[in-house]
């Protein structure tokens, strides 16, 4: 099993939008016993509550529905457990520095993994409007195929 934890400030807009997207193409793929999905907040402003109905809506557009997630607050333990744990951007990344205590810690930006976006950075949709969350998607959408590709290098050929 292979585990990808998506993580950015509240859970309720980009980390779980990542998740929902991220676990359509991997089940698309035919991969979905082999590649566990998950996603979590630095902060616990948002925990037990679903994705803001905005990023709801920008990921029903693109025929996925993330309404039955749950915010949750990353753990030190998360950091052990999950084979990547990408960071929607800079902030969230050095939040999850310091949960490392200052250890060994392989959590880096999600937009890494890219082809076509010019920035490393998911940029926080939560003051503006729904293009901001198109914008989000748009950019995950890059990043999850990049990732996608990495993960089946590491898969042993069938
Ligand atoms: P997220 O967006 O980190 O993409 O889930 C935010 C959600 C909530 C807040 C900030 C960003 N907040 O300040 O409550």
Redesign the pocket.
């Known amino acids: 099993m292979i585990r990808v934890l998506f993580v950015?400030?509240?859970?309720?807009?980009?980390?779980?939008m990542a998740e929902g997207l991220f676990r359509d193409l991997v089940v698309r793929r035919g991969l979905g016993e082999v590649v566990h999905v998950d996603s979590a907040?630095t902060h616990d402003?948002?925990i037990g509550e679903p994705p803001?109905a905005r990023a709801r809506l920008a990921m029903a557009g693109h025929g996925i529905d993330i309404g039955g997630l749950a915010g949750r607050q990353v753990t030190a333990a998360d950091l052990r457990d999950f084979d990547y744990v990408l960071a929607?951007d800079r902030s969230n990344l050095e939040n999850l520095q310091r949960l490392a205590g200052g250890g060994p810690c392989a959590a880096r930006l999600f937009l890494e993994f890219a082809r076509e976006a010019k920035t490393r950075e998911v940029p926080?949709?939560?003051y503006g409007g729904p293009e901001g969350f198109e914008r989000v998607y748009a950019l995950l959408e890059d990043a999850a195929h990049g990732l996608l590709a990495d993960i089946e290098r590491r898969l042993p050929r069938t």
Do not use: A, K, T
């Open positions: 950015c400030l509240g859970n309720i807009c980009r980390s779980p907040g402003y948002h803001d929607m926080d949709p939560y």
